[in-house]
């Protein structure tokens, strides 16, 4: 079963940065395009960015997404955190070639999530 499992995020303060990572169980995530997601209660889930196969980095504003392939995971990290920010983060992956998709229903794989709580 094709699985992504992120870590890192937790409490963290305002004006820092966010890093969580995303890594794979039985596939090669730089055979997929991955973005990253995120949700609060009571609303859509929304993208915060994504990157395409083939590309080691992907910078959008405050986030940079980057992959090392050594250890088949995919880091995103926020800088310049906000309270805004908190939501529940969750990475996903998709391979349809040459393209980054914004939309959650693109993505066929996903992963559980991990809470991300901006806050002093």
């Known amino acids: 079963q094709l699985q992504l499992v992120e870590s890192g995020g937790g409490l963290v303060q305002p004006g820092t940065f966010l890093s969580v990572n995303c890594s794979a169980a039985g596939f090669a995530l730089d055979d997929y395009a991955i973005g990253w997601f995120r949700q609060v209660p009571g609303k859509e889930r929304e993208v915060v960015s994504c990157?395409?196969?083939g590309h080691r980095v992907a910078v959008k504003g405050r986030v940079v997404i980057s992959r090392d392939s050594a250890v088949n995971t995919v880091n995103l990290k926020i800088n310049n955190l906000k309270p805004d920010d908190t939501a529940v983060y969750y990475c996903a992956a998709e391979q349809t070639p040459a393209r980054c998709s914004g939309r959650a229903g693109d993505y066929t794989i996903w992963g559980q999530g991990t809470q991300v709580t901006v806050s002093s």
């Open positions: 990157i395409k196969r």
